[in-house]
């Protein structure tokens, strides 16, 4: 019936228990090209336990066929059980399938052995896929008659958003921020994509248009990583960048549409100029400024813009596993004087990241050339908790004793994640120090 009733000649199929990456439907169609119908093999196989991928034949749900061939060859028959395997060898009987090979790296397929166990694709929605110039936001249209029909709504642009929500204690007030922040965001501006992290014990609970769950072996801090996971998998035409702190409302977003020109001038722009800093009732306790606007004084994070290409090259910095990568990115991002206004504390207090800190900061400033600015907006933080229970700097004596070298490793998707020269027992133990701390922060 649906495909009777599509307004397309060309029919993509998928499954509603698998996932799929944001371009699969501009892939599958890609490769029908000029044919009648086309099989895609090479996958990925989510077993409950990680990723593991394959190049042979695959599952029979990744397939895209024209509706002329669909009707020539009866479509799909009245069968209770494998319709789908029925209706591709009409297909083949009928000389008209093509079947090609995706290398690993380039498959948008997951097929889920274990339903829900892993979330560590674009959620089951599917309602933003990539296609050409354009990506596509799906939107179920009820016409008359009670029809169902799929349409499909262009929006261009050259710039992208991401933002990370992550909330290992379970605390309403960060989900309600989100939702405020999102709800805030001016989808036809710039598209914002969230990645949503999800810690051991923890299940997810945001929904919408163009979310990333991604499920992590341990409590870290992983917002730089997973900022560097999203922009890995926007669509190509997508040249520049933005991220930014989802507690965070602009007074106007009328400069999004100047920052893709601002970034023609200036490698990275930090997206604000002051902060407003709200209690629970939404009065203002405190006023700063940015980094780049107030050397001194300024704060670091808070939202950045950058090329596309930074991430290609480099990437965010992910060791600050208990946080403070805003203030490192910053001084890579910001150029050499906002390094010189932080580099003191990691000489000091925060000697253990030094090393690591100075390497990733060296690698930053020679693709950037530090080039930076800032847009002199306003923008509101919203209340999640004192300010005293984040221990911007207490926190980081959990990893005294930790060699970032030898006690890190990276898992497939660039999230941090103790290495097996750690051992199990020294594991809980971090992990339960770090669980507490991210527990002590009271965001209510």
């Known amino acids: 019936m649906a495909v009777r009733h599509a307004s ?20 599958m ?15 990925w196989v989510d077993d409950g ?42 297909l083949l009987d009928n000389g008209v399938v093509h079947e090609v090979f995706w290398k690993n790296q380039e498959s948008s397929f997951t097929y889920n052995v274990c339903n829900g166990h892993l979330h560590a694709s674009f959620n089951s929605s599917y309602k933003a896929m990539g296609k050409s110039k354009d990506y ?25 958003a991401v933002t990370v929500f992550y909330n290992i204690a ?59 996971y999203a922009v890995r998998e926007l669509p190509d035409e997508f040249t520049k960048v933005l991220w930014l702190d989802c507690d965070l409302v602009w007074s106007n977003y009328n400069w999004l549409r100047a920052l893709p020109s601002l970034l023609d001038t200036h490698y990275s722009v930090q997206l604000w100029g002051q902060i407003s800093y709200l209690d629970r009732n939404k009065s203002v306790i405190e006023e700063g400024a940015s980094v780049m606007k107030d050397l001194n004084r300024g704060k670091p994070g808070g939202g950045w813009a950058t090329q596309r290409e930074f991430f290609t090259q480099l990437g965010l ?19 050499d004087r906002v390094y010189q206004r932080f580099d003191p504390i990691f000489r000091d207090r925060l000697s253990i990241y030094r090393k690591e800190v100075i390497r990733w900061v060296a690698d930053a400033m020679e693709i950037t050339g530090g080039q930076a600015t800032y847009l002199d907006e306003r923008v509101s933080h919203l209340w999640h908790g004192d300010k005293d229970n984040r221990q ?19 898992d497939g998707n660039g999230f941090r994640k103790w290495s097996s020269k750690v051992g199990e027992r020294r594991a809980d133990a971090l992990n339960r120090g770090i669980r507490s701390y991210f527990q002590n922060r009271k965001e209510v």
């Not at 397309?8 to 892939?27: A, E, F, G, K």
């Not at 596509?136 to 992208?160: H, N, W």
Request: with cysteine; proline share 5%; hydrophobic share 30%.
């Open 29 to 43: 169609v890609r490769e029908l090209g000029d044919r009648e119908a086309v099989k895609v093999n090479g996958y």
């Open 392 to 410: 911007y700097m207490d926190r980081h004596d959990l990893l005294r004793k930790v060699d970032f070298d030898r006690d890190l490793g990276v």
């Open 317 to 335: 910095y992910t060791t600050g596993i208990v946080g403070g990568g805003d203030t490192v990115c910053a001084m890579g991002l910001g150029g």
């Open 8 to 27: 397309h000649p060309v029919i993509v199929t998928w499954d509603d228990d698998d996932r799929y990456r944001h371009d699969h439907i501009s892939n």
């Open 49 to 90: 336990k990680g990723l593991k991928s394959y190049q042979h034949r695959g599952p029979i749900n990744q397939i895209a066929f024209t509706k002329g061939v669909f009707d020539r060859v009866g479509g799909y028959s009245d069968l209770d059980y494998g319709e789908d395997r029925d209706f591709y060898e009409k």
């Open 136 to 160: 596509i936001r799906g939107v179920i249209d009820l016409k008359a008659g009670g029809g169902r029909s799929l349409t499909v709504e262009p929006v261009r642009g050259e710039i992208a």
């Open 170 to 228: 379970g605390y309403d007030r960060l989900l309600k921020n989100y939702h405020e922040f999102r709800s805030n965001w001016p989808e036809d501006t710039a598209p914002l994509w969230t990645v949503e992290v999800i810690p051991p014990g923890s299940k997810p609970c945001i929904e919408g248009d163009r979310v990333v769950q991604v499920s992590v072996d341990n409590p870290f801090f992983h917002k730089e990583a997973a900022i560097n």
